[in-house]
């Protein structure tokens, strides 16, 4: 600690949370780094950056003794059961396998259950029919988190590994609820909130674009669905269901059937429209999502008046598509009680015009992502 604060003209240590912050400004001869500062770098216990474009300003993070290490067994868990789920999904997708839900919430609840004792009992061997579904889903869901996370990484910031969220097949047709990581230590600066919140969506949509064009290309055309007016659909556990169309999937779909007015889905077509539909969701720049963290750090406070025309504008299409309402509560409730983003520990901080480009292209991928009508009856 000596050997750097030598090389600093005026500094100050932060405690936040788990971490020790060092947030100091480089005297003019060492900055560069000099020899002298890069030794001292090489050899820092954590994560550090230069906090502006002429590099002067230095912030140095490293974790403080006794941190808490995850609870790796309860991660592995939620993993394997979400893994089940999106197998047991897509083989009702496959036609290979039929969930049986008695009526009413308590039969609901019940056939869950006996989904996963099914399950422990060894009749999982017949969920192996929807791997085409299951795997590029869960591969789109993790690759989004791990951006997440080694970003968090990179700057020290404490974080858990992801906590995946399954549901079983006889709720949901897609098996997960998607997945999140937990900040345990508070976030410094813009910089750092924009740049852990791009990298999570940004990592999944080039997963995303490579399932779906797999996924289209072999999927079957026809004329005319089961699903109404619903140009791409999928059958579930023998159901139709009707998808709306991002630009994204508008243009793949154009991409391999051209002039088509219908598209059956295949399994991995199906998980890359999820894996999409999922990544536009958590673009929208509201409070606790990934577009909230994205705004806030190119805007600062002004993200408010995003969020509040983009909780207008669900609004408006709920009326088409009520499952907006849903939403639109779910982020309320994540975000306690608000849509607007709360304040990092150094707002003032200026990012630089290299993260604001990340930024900008978290933006255009929402973009193309976005369904405003995501299931068509």
Known sequence: MDELIRLLSAWRIMRVGTREVIDGLVVPEH????????????GWPGGWYWADREATRLVLIRALPGTRGPRWW??????????????????????????????????????????FAEVARGEWRQLLGGWTFAV????????????HYFAARRYEIDTTPP????????????????????????????????DVGAAGPIAGFVVAVAVLFWGYHISEPGA??????????VAFAGQPIGLGDSLLTGWIREWAFPG?????????????WVGAFITGLNL?????????????????????????????????????????????????????????????????????????????????????TFVPIPFVP
């Open 31 to 42: 900055r560069g780094p000099s020899p002298a500062l890069r030794r001292v770098l090489e």
């Open 74 to 115: 309860l991660h592995l868990l939620l993993f394997v059961l979400t893994v089940l789920s999106a197998l047991g999904a897509g083989a009702a997708l496959a036609g290979v396998w039929y969930p049986y839900v008695p009526p009413g919430l308590s039969g609901a609840l019940v056939s869950a259950g006996e989904f």
């Open 136 to 147: 590029p889903l869960v591969a789109i869901l993790l690759i989004h988190e791990l951006g």
């Open 163 to 194: 906590y995946f969220l399954p549901i079983p097949p006889t709720l949901s047709p897609i098996g997960s609820l998607g997945a999140f990581i937990r900040l345990k230590s508070p976030v410094l600066d813009r910089r750092q909130l924009l």
């Open 224 to 233: 005319r669905g089961p699903a109404g007016d619903a140009a791409t659909w």
């Open 260 to 272: 088509a007015r219908f598209i059956h889905l295949s399994l991995p077509g199906f998980a890359g």
């Open 284 to 368: 929208l720049p509201l409070s606790q999502l990934d577009g909230g963290h994205i705004l806030y750090g190119i805007l600062g406070r002004h993200q408010r008046l995003v969020a509040g025309a983009g909780v207008l504008g669900l609004l408006v299409l709920a009326q088409y598509s009520p499952s907006w309402y849903l939403w639109v509560a779910l982020t309320f409730l994540i975000g306690g009680g608000r849509w607007s983003h709360p304040s990092v520990l150094v707002p003032g901080r200026p990012v630089p015009p290299s993260r604001r480009l990340v930024g900008l292209v978290s933006v255009a991928i929402f973009v193309v």
